[in-house]
């Protein structure tokens, strides 16, 4: 396979995978037919992206969004999709979010009291110049 | 011609009624390859389009073959083969994929003849 047919192609295991997970367990899947899907799926790609890309194109915009996507796909008459990928996009989105404030949460120190804060690992401390003198009494 | 998809450890998934992630999807990376050749060379792709790309694409490939699956059931056939997809497509309301992927199809049987009629030679 040269470089430019690898480029465009799905690994057709994956694909395969996919498909099996549809069928009755006693059910095969031909050779071909896991190429021909794979060659249709690569088709399905580059026609959506390339209408969410003129959208991007005419909106003097740099990045595909994931709202260009859905729009590229109502565009295109795949309404179903359009509507179902909305509704994942608006869930991941949630999640996205959640991460964000999730992190933040751990990272700024604003949000924590002196008590929840982790103390340094030991290879911090080893590196502080002027450690505060140890009680040693005894 | 015809083999059985997933190894054993998308088996024990199955088995468990689990459909870990890498065997729902398609690899992020080879998504966002395919969708890189069609924008400018100046353009980017967000991570939440790749995503959702991908999602789509598991959709897409669920939808087809559950209606190629379903043509099989019927003619009480166990493989699904080219022609199936290739009519799953058209009766789906795929038409502009299904004639050039019937192309594609016959070309693709055109050299698995060759091939097995001019076997590469040893030696």
Same mark, same amino acid.
């Given at each position: 396979m040269d470089q430019d047919v690898q480029d465009r192609a799905l690994p057709i295991a994956n694909v395969g995978r996919i498909m099996k997970q549809i069928l009755p367990p006693s059910a095969k899947i031909s050779k071909e037919g896991k190429q021909l899907m794979q060659e249709c799926v690569t088709e399905f790609i580059s026609f959506v992206t390339g209408e969410a890309s003129d959208k991007c194109h005419k909106e003097n915009r740099k990045t595909v969004n994931g709202d260009d996507i859905c729009w590229a796909l109502s565009s295109l008459g795949f309404d179903n999709y359009a509507e179902a990928i909305g509704r994942y996009l608006h869930i991941y989105r949630q999640g996205e979010r959640e991460k964000i404030n999730h992190t933040k949460k751990y990272e !700024?120190? /604003? !949000? /924590?009291t002196q008590i929840n804060r982790a103390p340094p690992p030991p290879l911090l401390l080893s590196r502080v110049e002027n450690p505060p003198p140890t009680n040693q009494s005894g | 011609m015809m083999d059985n998809v997933g190894g054993s450890s998308s088996n024990i998934a199955e088995n468990s009624g689990i459909i870990r992630e890498q065997d729902r999807l398609l690899p992020i990376a080879n998504v966002g390859k395919i969708m890189k050749q069609i924008l400018p060379p100046n353009a980017k792709i967000s991570k939440e389009s790749k995503e959702t790309m991908q999602e789509c694409v598991s959709e897409f490939i669920s939808f087809v073959t559950s209606e190629a699956s379903e043509k099989c059931r019927k003619e009480r056939r166990k493989t699904v083969n080219g022609d199936d997809i290739c009519w799953a497509l058209g009766s789906l309301g795929f038409d502009d994929y299904a004639e050039p992927l019937r192309r594609y199809l016959q070309r693709y049987r055109e050299q698995e003849l060759d091939r097995a009629n001019n076997p590469p030679k040893r030696g």
């Open positions: !700024n120190p /604003q !949000n /924590q | -």
